[in-house]
């Protein structure tokens, strides 16, 4: 019923900028939040950066290098990265909070395939 396509993944060096994209398709009446979380290999997932009605926030380990930002008319979140790090290498998870019925007003979460960031030399 909802869908979350990612893209914009790839291999970059250290220092380099990737932007992900993240578009929401299918029964959507409104969206509440839109994030990006991120997961490495042998560690739990973690919330990188959202952005909700309350404005934006990011892990500490991002802060300064990475931009959240969103087009709600095109149910679309991006994430700008700057000044890669190795550690910053991980599978890229959309999210969404998505409200798909007009009556009542609770949301569900939905999310995306994931996108592989690889920061490396």
């Known amino acids: 019923q909802v869908q979350l396509v990612e893209s914009g993944g790839g291999l970059v060096q250290p220092g380099g900028s990737l932007r992900l994209s993240c578009v929401a398709s299918?029964?959507?009446?409104?969206?509440?939040?839109m994030g990006w979380y991120r997961q490495a290999p042998g560690k739990q997932r973690e919330l990188v950066a959202a952005?909700?009605?309350?404005?934006?926030t990011y892990v500490e380990s991002v802060k300064g290098r990475f931009t959240i930002s969103r087009d709600n008319a095109k149910n679309t979140v991006f994430v700008q990265m700057n000044s890669l790090k190795p550690e910053d290498t991980a599978v890229y998870y959309c999210?969404?909070?998505?409200?798909?019925?007009?009556?009542?007003?609770?949301?569900?979460?939905?999310w995306g395939q994931g996108t592989q960031v690889t920061v490396s030399s």
């Open positions: 952005i909700t009605s309350d404005g934006t």
């Open positions: 299918g029964r959507i009446f409104s969206i509440y939040d």
């Open positions: 999210h969404a909070l998505i409200r798909t019925t007009w009556w009542g007003d609770k949301g569900y979460d939905y």
